[in-house]
């Protein structure tokens, strides 16, 4: 069957860097996506990774390693708007999006 | 963000009313999807349309009827729920549902509790 693993929940402080973990067992790989979000809200897209490396944008970073089948998102300097669900999803070979069941994160002052 | 809208925003109903969910996109976007969303468990895709054509069919109840009329307009009709169905209903869009590098982009959902 077809996996997405991320933690459940994490906290953070402001001010600091937090790494959301998200390892994939799918059929065929078309790409991996990184979403925000915010509660009662609509999912924003955060990035797009399809080959190995990091991509970096502003305070936010992702990472791809398709021979692990792993992947991280990286936030800088934390914000209390930071506050909210972060979503992993997989492309397959179907071109069909696999999701995660999403990470909670919590920033405190 | 705006260019996708879901009416209503929160939708109570009984198990015998008949409902609809509305979606619309204003992004010239050519596919359009429907996803349930319940706590701590992963986005599920209902239905997906491809220039008005449905490309997807996830083993969706027949109690969940999807419509839809053109590529900017998506309805979700509801009839006989059960009070598993409550969750977050979440319509998409997309440029098409081959492009595995464009991101999707979401309405604000609706929040539909059963009785």
């Known amino acids: 069957g077809q996996n997405i693993d991320q933690p459940t929940e994490m906290t953070a402080t402001e001010g600091a860097i937090v790494q959301i973990n998200c390892t994939y067992q799918t059929s065929g790989f078309n790409g991996l996506f990184w979403y925000q979000q915010h509660a009662g809200e609509a999912p924003t897209f955060l990035s797009y990774?399809?080959l190995d490396g990091l991509e970096e944008k502003g305070r936010f970073s992702s990472f791809l390693s398709r021979s692990k089948g792993y992947s991280y998102l990286l936030l800088k300097e934390l914000q209390m708007k930071d506050s909210a669900s972060y979503l992993c999803?997989?492309?397959?070979?179907?071109?069909?999006?696999?999701w995660g069941a999403g990470t909670k994160l919590i920033i405190k002052p | 963000e705006t260019g996708v809208t879901q009416t209503p925003r929160h939708l109570v109903m009984g198990m015998t009313n008949k409902k609809s969910l509305k979606c619309e996109q204003h992004l010239g976007h050519n596919a359009m999807y429907w996803y349930k969303q319940s706590a701590k468990k992963p986005l599920e895709l209902m239905f997906v349309y491809n220039f008005k054509e449905q490309t997807e069919n996830n083993s969706v109840p027949s109690r969940f009827s999807p419509e839809c009329p053109n590529s900017s307009h998506l309805f979700l009709h509801l009839h006989t729920l059960q009070p598993e169905d409550s969750a977050l209903y979440l319509c998409?869009?997309?440029?098409?549902?081959?492009?595995?590098?464009?991101?999707?982009?979401f309405g604000d959902g609706t929040r539909l509790s059963i009785l």
């Open positions: 990774n399809v």
């Open positions: 998409a869009s997309s440029t098409s549902d081959r492009d595995s590098n464009q991101p999707q982009h």
């Open positions: 999803a997989v492309v397959d070979s179907n071109y069909q999006l696999i």
